[in-house]
């Protein structure tokens, strides 16, 4: 299995390839430029590779949630690619990596989704997937739900929101957490979680890739004004 995977949902660029089980990164820290950095990134790996991109078998992409923009650039880079190699391809949750990264065990993966609230995810992982507890929502960091398994005794914390509003988190959550240094996805952990998937024939065509916001859930609503 060859499948190159990219991610520019946060502010993290990245781009990855994974032939036979070695993945090769190209990972930066940007507040922006995501579309000026991602392409270079692919091309750099291809070359090194000596590889062309209809010799892969699939391209991964972290779907969201995230910043709207580098979802959007993703999600359209990860498509014109597979348009012009009519490759598969699928996407992954970014919170699904954040997991990924920290595990294995129970993992809350948590996004800084600025204006005060987050985006989480609750995630079972071990060494073969990272299966999701409950369903990602985005919510004020007090909103967030409470550990659903009662005989669980801790939890290991992931991503960003976790440096702007740990103590509201922890609370929320019910148990203790151990707070991780995964803060950002990485286009690795998506090409690991994606491979088994693209392996099961899930990939599907450019066209129906979606990005996922999860932005039509209210964080806080504005109060009326007399």
């Known amino acids: 299995m060859k499948l190159l995977a990219i991610d520019t949902a946060t502010e993290a660029c990245s781009a990855a390839l994974l032939i036979n089980g070695t993945c090769t990164e190209r990972f930066q820290t940007m507040p922006r430029g995501h579309t000026q950095a991602l392409m270079p990134m692919v091309h750099a790996l291809l070359a090194e590779a000596d590889l ?40 992954i949750s970014n919170l699904a990596a954040l997991a990924w990264l920290a595990g294995p065990g129970p993992v809350t993966s948590v996004i800084d989704a600025r204006a005060g609230g987050v985006y989480a995810g609750y995630y079972a992982v071990d060494d073969a997937s990272a299966r999701p507890v409950l369903d990602e929502r985005v919510c004020a960091p007090e909103a967030i739900p409470h550990w659903p398994d009662e005989e669980q005794q801790a939890v290991i914390g992931a991503g960003t929101g976790w440096a702007v509003a740990a103590d509201a988190l922890q609370a ?20 690991q979680l994606a491979q088994p998937l693209l392996v099961a024939g899930e990939g599907g065509r450019a066209a129906d890739l979606q990005p996922v916001y999860l932005r039509d859930q209210v964080v806080h609503k504005p109060q009326a004004t007399k």
């Open 172 to 191: 929320a959550i019910g148990l203790p957490v151990k707070i991780s240094d995964v803060r950002l996805p990485t286009a690795t952990a998506i090409a």
């Open 52 to 91: 062309d991109l209809r010799d892969l078998d699939g391209i991964a992409v972290g779907r969201g949630p995230g910043a709207f923009t580098g979802v959007r650039i993703g999600i359209a880079a990860a498509q014109g690619l597979a348009l012009g190699s009519g490759l598969p391809v699928i996407g």
